[in-house]
T-cell receptor
Framework: DGGITQSPKYLFRKEGQNVTLSCEQN?????MYWYRQDPGQGLRLIYY???????QKGDIAEGYSVSREKKESFPLTVTSAQKNPTAFYLC??????????FGSGTRLTVV | KNQVEQSPQSLIILEGKNCTLQ??????????LRWYKQDTGRGPVSLTI?????NTKSNGRYTATLDADTKQSSLHITASQLSDSASYIC?????????????FGTGTRLQVTL
């Protein structure tokens, strides 16, 4: 089955620590995205990539970094510079505006 | 500023009843409007997508309508089931295929009870 896989499902981060969220897709989609979801707010775009080795900042990129070395993979690193990282993170991919698929999400909590 | 507003914020209905969720948007230029269902702790799943020229689209018990003139959309759920309990998110795309132009509503949380 084609799909998009995020891991881990739950992640705990200590103060000052960097953590990396994984996102893998086997849909052969060119574009991949990272969103952050907070209670009572719409999804907000962190980073997106429309092609391998290229990515663009979204609306809330500060404190985050990404890489796109392979078409299938788009990992997100939440750095210590992100002061309020506790949130639900969603990865998505698309080949056109019709083929927009979300992963099942990673819940990150600062402890 | 591009905005998508959904109402109501939350809704409780009895199993078997119908309901209608609303979405108003100010996104311009408009490309398409999507409705997603998101179960708690899961990623959103697409229900419908409509372009400017489409004014209704169905997916089983879900029927979405679009009025591009008034910039309004609705999602009607027929004969609700307990499994319909979820958040329903309206998403408007301003430019074809460009992620940075997607605008998300905050969702309507629907609870279906016995």
């Amino acid at each position: 089955d084609g799909g998009i896989t995020q891991s881990p499902k739950y992640l705990f981060r200590k103060e000052g620590q960097n953590v990396t969220l994984s996102c893998e897709q086997n849909l052969n989609h060119d574009a991949m995205y990272w969103y952050r979801q907070d209670p009572g707010q719409g999804l907000r775009l962190i980073y997106y990539s429309q092609i391998v080795n290229d990515f663009q900042k979204g609306d809330i990129a500060e404190g985050y970094s990404v890489s796109r070395e392979k078409k299938e993979s788009f990992p997100l690193t939440v750095t210590s510079a992100q002061k309020n990282p506790t949130a639900f993170y969603l990865c998505a991919s698309s080949d056109s505006y019709y083929g927009y698929t979300f992963g099942s999400g990673t819940r990150l909590t600062v402890v | 500023k591009n905005q998508v507003e959904q109402s109501p914020q939350s809704l409780i209905i009895l199993e078997g009843k119908n309901c209608t969720l609303q979405c108003n948007y100010t996104v311009s230029p408009f490309s398409n409007l999507r409705w997603y269902k998101q179960d708690t702790g899961r990623g959103p799943v697409s229900l419908t997508i409509m372009t400017f020229s489409e004014n209704t689209k169905s997916n089983g018990r879900y029927t979405a309508t679009l009025d591009a003139d008034t910039k309004q959309s609705s999602l009607h759920i027929t004969a609700s089931q307990l499994s319909d309990s979820a958040s329903y998110i309206c998403v408007v795309s301003g430019v074809t295929g460009t992620a940075s132009k997607l605008t998300f509503g905050t969702g309507t949380r629907l609870q279906v009870t016995l």
